[in-house]
C-alpha cells in the first residue's frame, strides 16, 4: 500500500478526478451524440439498401452519420433535401 502513497500514483488520480468532474457534462454530451450517431450510422446502412430501390439512397459516411445524430429525424430531411437538390 505504501507504493501508491510513494510516486506520483496519487497525483494523477486527483488529477483524472479533477477533469471528470469538470468535464463531466461535456463528456456526457459527447458520448450522447457518439451513440446517437452510431445508430443514425445503422440506420443509413438500412436505409441504403431498401431505399435504393425507391430511388432514394443516401450515402453511408461519417457526416451523415452526425447529421443524424445531432438532428435526429429533422437531419434525415434535410439530408434527403440536399440529396433531392442535387448538391
Do not use: C, E
Amino acid at each position: 500500500m505504501t507504493w501508491l502513497l510513494n510516486g506520483p500514483w496519487l497525483s494523477v488520480l486527483m488529477l483524472t478526478l479533477l477533469l471528470l468532474a469538470v468535464f463531466h457534462r461535456p463528456l456526457a454530451w459527447a458520448g450522447k451524440v457518439l451513440a446517437r450517431s452510431l445508430m443514425g450510422l445503422g440506420f443509413l446502412a438500412l436505409w441504403s439498401g431498401s431505399g435504393f430501390l425507391a430511388g432514394m439512397s443516401l450515402g453511408v459516411n461519417l457526416f451523415n452519420a452526425l447529421t443524424l445524430g445531432l438532428l435526429g429525424l429533422p437531419g434525415f430531411g434535410l439530408l434527403m433535401l440536399l440529396k433531392w437538390m442535387g448538391t
